[in-house]
């Protein structure tokens, strides 16, 4: 496997994008090799760590949404070198324009074959996060048509601040929708080519269709945060448990520096 240490350049026009819409779209930040090494991995890893789920009827709609299987760095060699590639940290370092990033979590998302919508929502609902300077790189293991669930962003949506406490659900869809539709943010929908990778921040509204294809949506996320990201004290009971499971040990008031979030990227 080639390294994925190099950089990836941003251009002026890619950096001011990001800074008005909080996500972006970038073409070929992994090679069709890449993809396909870590498609072979994290398939065999998600396997492996999947829990027995019940059919997908019985389910409710964050489980037909995907399956999701967390910090696999922890548990393979070969996910770790890109959960800390600095291809990937530096673009999320560069986007959020900070002197470096840590890992808050890495995920594996696959939408299973008739797996059903991933409802409205803004990550940073659920992250006792103190600063908005955090992003998550979506990155798809397959070339992704809209027919599988390719991610749907909603530009500039971050400053909308009616709808954040609103956790992943049927009402989190329908209400954020009539909040989006109100405010005349762009809807973002197009597929993905093979290697593209897309990038979006805490508050930014995003959702995905369901996968009508035969074929599971299999994609990875690493998040990142700012490398001085201060814990604040938990809103509810979401932050609470997110507190614990990917930042445990951290301190509120206190920048997040435990063995679990360590820095992926710094500038000197
Ligand atoms: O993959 C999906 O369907 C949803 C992804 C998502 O919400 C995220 O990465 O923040």
Redesign the pocket.
Known sequence: MKSLNGTYSLSAEQKQFYRENEFIKLKNVLSADEIAYFETVITDQVSRLSPNLAPLEARDTYGK??IQITNIWKRNEAVKQLVFSTRLAGIASTLMQVDGVRLYHD?A?F?EAGGGY?PW?A?QYYWPLESPKCI?A?IPLQQTSLAM?A?EFSAGSQHLLSARGLA?SDDSEVAIEQMLTASGCDRVIEPFDLGEVSF?SGWLY???APNTTEHT?K?M?V?YMDKEMILKAPSHADQQRDWHTWCPGARVGEPIDTPLNPILFETN
Do not use: E, N, P
């Open positions: 949404a995907f995920q998302l939408k991933t929502h990550d998550t979506w669930g991610l992943i979006h995003h959702r995905a949506r994609v996320c998040i």
